[in-house]
């Protein structure tokens, strides 16, 4: 079966949380997000003096993270606007845009808090929104 999405360009955090959400679950469905999350990590170099068998068997881990790398890169950088790629361009690895996405558009707890404390006091049901739609509004802000 041949899979097929439509994800929207991250352009800023107005859709930083739709974005990740929806990446995230492409990553996982390649079967590279623990590249992108840095849970599985480029194999180590060989000692001096490795046999031949494990030379071989190394040399293949590396080239199949390399190929999961770079899978785990086009997706993220194609879903992407123009601003965000070159934020991330001198990236080496999938891991390394990741992290400065996260440094980005990721608040620190502290101006995080701040934030939140702002809109739990200033949030109030729309008019025209109903009960499902607002706490689903609340659970994405908390």
Known sequence: MDF??????LE?????SKWKRQIELLLRYHGVLDVVIGKRVAPKTLPVGASAEDVKRHDEEVKCYEK????AQLLLVSSMNEANVELTATSL????VWQK???VYEQSSGLR???LMEEYFSCAMKPLEVVVQYVARL???F
């Open 4 to 9: 097929k999405t439509q994800i929207d360009k």
């Open 12 to 16: 800023s955090a107005s859709n930083w």
């Open 68 to 71: 999961e790398d770079t899978l």
């Open 93 to 96: 690895s999938a891991a390394d």
């Open 101 to 103: 996405l996260l440094a």
């Open 113 to 115: 808090m701040d934030r």
């Open 139 to 141: 659970q994405k802000l």
